[in-house]
């Protein structure tokens, strides 16, 4: 872990949201035994016990992919 922040998360522009919640903002970058391979993510977590709704928005689904022949 990178860097561990408390702050209200707030959802995109379009995204109907009631409230802001308090979470916790965690940010870590992930590497690989080969230290050319590093990733960074950022990822929110409720700060609330009984959280009045998501904190990060539902993750796209996926498209299906054609079947691999061959």
Same mark, same amino acid.
């Given at each position: 872990?990178?860097?561990?922040?408390?702050?209200?998360?707030?959802?995109?522009?379009?995204?109907?949201?009631?409230?802001?919640? @308090? #979470?916790? %903002?965690?940010?870590?970058?992930? &590497?690989?035994?080969? *230290? +050319?391979? !590093?990733?960074?993510?950022?990822?929110?977590? @409720? #700060?609330? %016990?009984?959280?009045?709704?998501? &904190?990060?928005?539902? *993750? +796209?689904? !996926?498209?299906?992919?054609?079947?691999?022949?061959?």
């Amino acid at each position: 872990m990178t860097d561990l922040r408390l702050g209200y998360y707030e959802l995109g522009w379009d995204d109907d949201q009631r409230f802001l919640q @308090p #979470a916790y %903002v965690v940010f870590v970058q992930l &590497v690989s035994p080969d *230290p +050319r391979y !590093r990733m960074n993510a950022t990822v929110a977590i @409720p #700060a609330a %016990v009984n959280a009045p709704g998501p &904190v990060e928005r539902e *993750p +796209r689904p !996926r498209e299906p992919q054609p079947a691999r022949t061959g």
